[in-house]
């Protein structure tokens, strides 16, 4: 997600240049090369030979390559060669291991600009995003390089001289599945710890979102990790059911929807595997009448226009206080209709095409929705065809701001997951922290005030796993981010996220003479 603001592309060097899009845009030319699996050190072409599925570049619409779903005797492959790489990896000191993922930090840092570039064509945000999010993949690598030499275990002293000492151990295989609206990060934060605990991992992007994870896995290759110590594997749910159901698999780390992260759970649950689950969120935003108005209604645009909407963690329940509401609302609907929408590569652009034609139909049918149960739509809401001819085909939509929105409605209920913004209003403190805990999720929430006291009395009371004080969506590696509730289980980023890749064995070290009873 979003860490401070702060050509032509290369073709990798071992892969086929099989068909693929070549587009030129504004800022030069993508070229995806195919095949998008890697397995066991190099670019793979599923044995399958199943039906292929066309991936879109969301900006104009155009097919940019055909995905073809790996299928039993594949996920087999990359989880064998995963295996193997595993015996030799976890034998790995944590400074070894360090040194190659801090080496794949540094090339990441260096095709920054091409990693950045294919995410936007594939995922359609503006390249300024993407490159955040680039930057927060190296980042993760950087953090986790540096924990890994430091994973340590405890000495217990016992009676007697006798003694216990604890080994944090890595679990093995680990499975990372990701969705679509952060694929180079997702890989990147799912498997920078469980590299650094001296785990292997196979990964899985969205099918819609295929083309930036096999970069990745290049790039720990090309760092000098052993081979099949990252693989990616291409394919939809039921690839991610046989990764999930592998008997050699021994931890699934999952991002996506809720009711996706339920059958996930209940397929790991067949061999007792622990899950990691990302899962939705329905966040809210507590404005109060003592916020800094500006930092407020920047916040709220932080917390529902990143990446056209299409952010877990949004505050997409906007609460703000009844005296401030009037001049909160026309803040925020002035700047949000001067969102620059239209080619994400351009660096101007603000507001890329949302990620596929059927999200947007579902986006657009929420506002509709909205409407019908008595929301008014302040601004946009409506499909937007931007001016250059070339982006015609494109999926874009103008960001709404909705009004008059009660707790009941769909809008205020369900997670939309684009770029639409419903604004309540409410007087007191314990009514809004009610009302803001009235929901399944927990992922986040936020609130603006310049009381420190409530600030914090507020957060204590809010019952979401990441919370924020005076900004919104903002995700440094260092700090444990996932929810409460529904919303998920485990953390990613920070150190607790070790706990999740590593495991603890006990060892008891007897030092006189057996006490036996018997
Ligand atoms: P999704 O649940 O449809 O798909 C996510 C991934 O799961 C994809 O790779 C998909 O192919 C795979 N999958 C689908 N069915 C599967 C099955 N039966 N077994 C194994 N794998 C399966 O989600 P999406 O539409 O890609 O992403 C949007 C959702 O993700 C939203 O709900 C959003 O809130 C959530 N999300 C959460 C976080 C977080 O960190 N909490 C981050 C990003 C997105």
Redesign the pocket.
Known sequence: MFQRLAVLLRQPAAAPLLPALVRSLSSGCVNIAAPLNFWGGKRRTSKERSKGENVYEPATGRVLCMLEPCGPSDVDQAVEAAKSAYGHWSRMSGMERARVMIEAAHIIENRREEIAKMEVVNNGKSITEARLDVDSARLSLEYYAGLASSLAGQHVQLPGRSFAYTRREPLGVCVG??????PFQ?AAWKSAPALACGNSMVF?????TPVTAVLLAEIYAEAGAPEGLFNVVQ???????L??RHPDVAKVS????????Q??ME?ASKGVKPVTL????KSPLLVFEDSDLENAVRGALMANFLSQG????NGTRVFVQSDILPEFVEEVVKRTQAIEIGDPLLESTRMGPLVSRT?LDKVLTFVDQAKEEGAVVLCGGEPFVPSDPKLKGGYYMTPCVLANCRDDMTCVRE?I?GPVMSVLSFDTEQEVLQRANDTALG?AAGVFTSDVKRAHRVVEHLKAGSCFINNYNITPVEVP???FKM??IGR?NGQVTIEYYSQLKTVYVEMGDVDSLF
Do not use: R
């Open positions: 599945i990701g969705a679509w609206n952060y997702i899985k992007p969205s099918p819609v394919g939809g749910q039921e690839t991610g059911s990764l999930c999952f991002t996506g929807s809720v009711p996706t992260g059958k996930i397929m990302e899962l939705g969120g299409q952010v877990c963690s999200h997670e997951f992922l981010f996932g929810g919303s998920g990613e």
